[in-house]
C-alpha cells in the first residue's frame, strides 16, 4: 500500500474531536505511508472549523468548511438526511480521488475510535485481495435487545446480511442467518451486502472499476455504494472492530418488539 486517505464529513464535533484526530496522529507514527485527508464541514455551531483548519495545518489533503444553513441530521432515517449525507461523503471522496493513493477509510465523527481499529481494517483489508471493502461494527451503549449484552451493534441502518436482510435493530449480533452469527460471535469476519459500522476502508480501484458513490435517495445512503463495490468484490464487515458510540439518552424499545424480533429470529432458524 503506498498511501492511504482518511474521509469524513463533520459537524458540531467540537466536544469529541481532539481524541478523534488523536487516532489519526498515532497512524500517521505508526505507518511507513503516506496519509491524505479529505474532510468536509457544515454548519457546525461550535469550534469545529477552526480545530480542523489549525489540525489540516502542515498536512495533505483538503479542508472544506460550509456554511449554507441546513439542519443538523445527526440521526435518524428521512431522505432529506440520507441524501444530504450521500452528496457530502461523494463530495469528499472526490476530493480525495485527486491524490494517489491506493485505499480511502472512511470515518465518521463523534466516535469512539483508537489507532488499532484503523489497522486491523487495513490489515483485514490486505489478507483478503478479492475484498473490496472492509467495515467495522460501532456499538453503541443500549442492551442487546435479547439480553445478552450491555451494548448493541449501532449500524443496523446500513446493514443489509448476505441476502438482503436489514440488521436487527438494538442487537449486539444484528445478522440473522445461524452460521453467520456463529462466526460474528466468533469474531470472524462475515460477507454482507452492505454494512458501514462507523468505519470502513476501500480498495481505490474498486471505486474506481464500479464508479461507486453514495445515493442516499432510495434508503441509507450506504446501500449503493456498497451495491456497486459488489461488482468488485465482497463487503465484509469485521465484528472484532467496535468503535463506540454513547448516547447521553440512549434509545428505548419496548417489550413488545423484544418479543417480535425473537420471534422473527426463531422463525428464521427453522
Known amino acids: 500500500m503506498h498511501a492511504l486517505g482518511i474521509m469524513a464529513v463533520l459537524r458540531d464535533e467540537q466536544l469529541s474531536l481532539d481524541p478523534w484526530l488523536q487516532a489519526f496522529e498515532q497512524l500517521e507514527n505508526s505507518l511507513a505511508i503516506p496519509i491524505v485527508y479529505s474532510f ?4 457546525s455551531s461550535d469550534a469545529t472549523p477552526a480545530m480542523l483548519r489549525a489540525w489540516m495545518a502542515g498536512r495533505s489533503g483538503s479542508l472544506i468548511c460550509e456554511q449554507v444553513g441546513a439542519p443538523s441530521r445527526r440521526t435518524g432515517r428521512a431522505a432529506e438526511r440520507t441524501i444530504a449525507l450521500a452528496a457530502a461523503r461523494n463530495q469528499a471522496l472526490d476530493c480525495l480521488l485527486r491524490y494517489p493513493l491506493q485505499v480511502v477509510a472512511i470515518v465518521d465523527g463523534g466516535l469512539q475510535i483508537n489507532v488499532h481499529q484503523i489497522r486491523r481494517l487495513l490489515q483485514q483489508l490486505q489478507c483478503r485481495p478479492h475484498a473490496s471493502m472492509v467495515a467495522a461494527s460501532a456499538m453503541q451503549n443500549v442492551p442487546d435487545v435479547f439480553g445478552s449484552s450491555p451494548f448493541s451493534h449501532y449500524d443496523s441502518f446500513a446493514l443489509r446480511d448476505a441476502l438482503g436482510r436489514p440488521g436487527i435493530t438494538f442487537a449486539e449480533i444484528p445478522v440473522w442467518d445461524r452460521i ?3 462466526r460474528w460471535r466468533a469474531g470472524y469476519p462475515v460477507a454482507v451486502k452492505s454494512a458501514f459500522g462507523g468505519m470502513a476502508v ?9 464508479s461507486a458513490r ?8 450506504h ?3 456498497c451495491a456497486a463495490l459488489w461488482r468488485y468484490g465482497p463487503v465484509v ?12 439518552q440512549p434509545p428505548r424499545w419496548s417489550q413488545n418488539y423484544a418479543w417480535r ?3 422473527a429470529l426463531a422463525a428464521a432458524q427453522q
Do not use: I, K, Y
Request: charged share 25%; proline share 5%; net charge negative.
Open 40 to 43: 468536509l464541514e457544515n454548519n
Open 180 to 182: 453467520e452469527r456463529e
Open 202 to 210: 476501500v480498495r481505490r480501484d474498486a471505486v474506481e472499476a464500479t
Open 214 to 221: 453514495w445515493d442516499g435517495a432510495s434508503g441509507c445512503e
Open 223 to 225: 446501500w449503493a455504494f
Open 237 to 248: 464487515v469485521d465484528p472484532l472492530v467496535q468503535p463506540m458510540v454513547w448516547h447521553a
Open 261 to 263: 424480533v425473537s420471534q
